[in-house]
């Protein structure tokens, strides 16, 4: 998509040690954040990262320039665009895109939240059929060895295999 195109694009183009430089003093090894006195920005040229241990936030050159500016990620794009001179994208299609993004990550998001109530209920279904055939197998309503009591053991053996299936466990 063309959106994560133009941000791919930037944090392929712009260093993280330029903007760095750019917008923050350097202290040893450390970048101090504007108004303090002490470094608390490490910058990671190897994987074009930062990571601010004072406010526990990290992440790449957009997100860098978002954290010190105070603005959105759109808007770091846009700043860093112009200030190394980097053609700009066709914004209202960009956003438009991003929109289009936003909404399908919300619905994956509400897809994941369906199936994890969808898993819920059939473990508590699962959970209630094994209770149902302990009580019959443990009570006095069949003799052992029975065909009541074959069928219930069977089931329960059945019950207990699909929701070790249902967690994980194998």
């Known amino acids: 998509m063309r959106t994560k ?18 917008l923050l003093r350097k202290q040893g ?17 190897a994987t ?4 601010d241990f ?3 936030t990290g992440g790449d050159v ?10 959105d990620s759109w808007t770091a794009l846009c700043q860093i665009r112009e200030t190394f001179g980097l053609s700009a994208p066709n914004r209202a299609y960009s956003r ?10 919300w619905q994956q998001i509400e897809a994941k939240k369906q199936e994890k109530k969808r898993w819920r209920i059939e473990v508590d279904r699962l959970k209630a059929e094994s209770s149902f055939y302990k009580a019959i197998l443990e009570g006095e309503h069949c003799k052992p060895l029975s065909l009541t009591w074959c069928t219930c053991q069977n089931r329960l ?3 207990k295999g699909m929701f070790d299936l249902l967690c994980g466990i194998y």
């Open 96 to 105: 438009d895109l991003i929109r289009k993004q936003e909404e399908a990550r």
């Open 157 to 159: 053996t059945a019950t």
């Open 29 to 45: 090894r450390m970048y101090i954040y504007p108004g303090e006195k002490t470094g608390s920005i490490r910058i990671y040229p």
């Open 48 to 51: 074009q990262s930062f990571y």
């Open 54 to 56: 004072g406010r526990s």
């Open 5 to 22: 195109q133009d941000f791919e694009e930037v944090k392929q183009l712009v260093s993280i040690e330029v903007v760095a430089n750019l």
């Open 62 to 71: 957009i997100r860098l320039w978002s954290h010190i500016k105070d603005c």
